[in-house]
């Protein structure tokens, strides 16, 4: 054991250290602090973004601007969704945003600015299917959801528990994906769900298409956590050879009519899998 002698010359040091490395720091220049106060402000309404994201997709703003032609002016939209005229100003000012974000694309060329469709406002259109890529406004609505927005307010006092249970769980008392979760809350579980199944489901007749090579000389296959069978139905069109058998909870399956051509199984991914010549397992299931 050490002195106190030992113990009082180690906090010397230690502070002599720490004042050396103290009078080695750089202090920033005026343009570096500047630019530091407009980045502040920037991380600081970060939320703001995500907000007027969940905004318009609420409000159907995409799905309204493919309705008119591709090309809607703020008049054209008030009028489209009947908004009261006086929120016009407040409507530009989200759209401004947007715009820049990327979600729209403005057109400023004449006297009227106009907004388009980009590559990512195609995906938030309702009941369009855009080269096999399903709408993903339910993804919007459940990541901007009070539930994880409240869970991401409270991190700071998640951090200072000393609890095994995230965020989430600790805040609500329910998993995602989980029964507890339609309990809970079973409107919000139905969004969640509707999320997971077509972020699933995005661009895979792309890797038909690419990597169909795959998925040749097979027979057999189960997708686990396979939703309502939309993955497996596209590879047994591409692949009619392959017989499809889709895993998942008994909540999800029970939920699913039978439709003759894919074979739905009731179970667990972790306990048990359907024997087949290949598994498909998607990453994302296993991090939730």
């Not at 139905?233 to 909870?249: G, N, S, W, Y």
């Amino acid at each position: 054991r050490k002195t106190p002698h030992q113990i009082a010359r180690g906090r010397v040091i230690k502070l002599a250290t720490m004042a050396a490395q103290a009078q080695q720091l750089t202090v920033p220049t005026e343009a570096e602090l500047l630019q530091g106060q407009a980045d502040l402000w920037r991380h600081s309404l970060y939320y703001m973004t995500s907000m007027a994201f969940q905004c318009v997709v609420k409000l159907g703003i995409p799905t309204t601007i493919h309705s008119l032609g591709g090309a809607a002016s703020l008049p054209d939209l008030v009028a489209a969704l009947s908004l009261p005229p006086a929120k016009l100003p407040y409507l530009r000012r989200i759209m401004r945003l947007l715009a820049t974000s990327g979600v729209f694309a403005a057109d400023n060329a004449a006297d009227v600015v106009t907004y388009r469709l980009t590559p990512l406002s195609w995906l938030l259109l309702d009941g369009v299917a855009v080269d096999g890529h399903p709408s993903q406004t339910s993804c919007v609505l459940a990541s901007t959801s009070r539930h994880c927005v409240e869970a991401a307010m409270g991190l700071s006092d998640w951090f200072k528990k000393d609890v095994a249970a995230s965020p989430f769980e600790d805040l609500h008392g329910v998993t995602l994906f989980d029964e507890s979760m339609a309990e809970h809350d079973p409107e919000i579980d139905a969004v969640f769900n509707e999320a997971l199944a077509s972020h699933d489901n995005s661009g895979f007749l792309t890797v038909l298409r690419e990597c169909g090579t795959i998925f040749q000389g097979l027979e057999s296959l189960t997708d686990c956590c396979g939703g309502d069978g939309t993955t497996a139905r596209a590879i047994m069109e591409a692949f009619p050879q392959i017989k499809c058998t889709v895993l998942d909870l008994p909540r999800v399956i029970d939920s699913v009519p039978a439709d003759g051509v894919v074979n739905y199984v009731a179970g667990d991914m972790f306990k048990s899998i359907p024997p087949a010549q290949a598994v498909l397992v998607k990453v994302q299931h296993i991090a939730n």
